[in-house]
Nanobody, 121 residues
């Protein structure tokens, strides 16, 4: 069983920045693609960004591209999401997930419990 633990969320104002972390217990973390999702109350879970096993390839949802950066440190078994220029519409619970492949397949087998990001207007 792989455990994923998100951290770094909080309450911020419009225009602020946050950096989220996802710590993984996966013994082969460095061989798996990873992804970030978010879900606002009453809405469907939404894809945010994904990163391949080495960190050399990334992809983003149109809504966050140019504002968010996904990265990873395989020596620390940790994935990150740097969020700049936060807007109220970014308010959601943010989840990390393990992709089933080494490069993104957009199919996932493990999920964290999430960390809340709230952006005040």
């Amino acid at each position: 069983q792989v455990q994923l633990v998100e951290s770094g969320g909080g309450l911020v104002q419009t225009g602020d920045s946050l950096k989220l972390s996802c710590a993984s217990s996966d013994p082969i973390f460095g061989s798996s693609a990873m992804a970030w999702f978010r879900q606002a109350p009453g809405k469907e879970r939404e894809f945010v960004a994904t990163i391949n096993f080495s960190g050399g390839l990334t992809a983003y949802a149109d809504s966050v591209q140019s504002r968010f950066i996904i990265s990873r440190d395989n020596a620390k078994n940790t994935m990150y999401l740097q969020m700049d220029g936060l807007q109220p519409e970014d308010t959601a619970r943010y989840y990390c997930a393990r992709d089933r492949g080494s490069h993104p397949t957009y199919e996932y087998d493990y999920w964290g419990q999430g960390t809340q990001v709230t952006v005040s207007s």
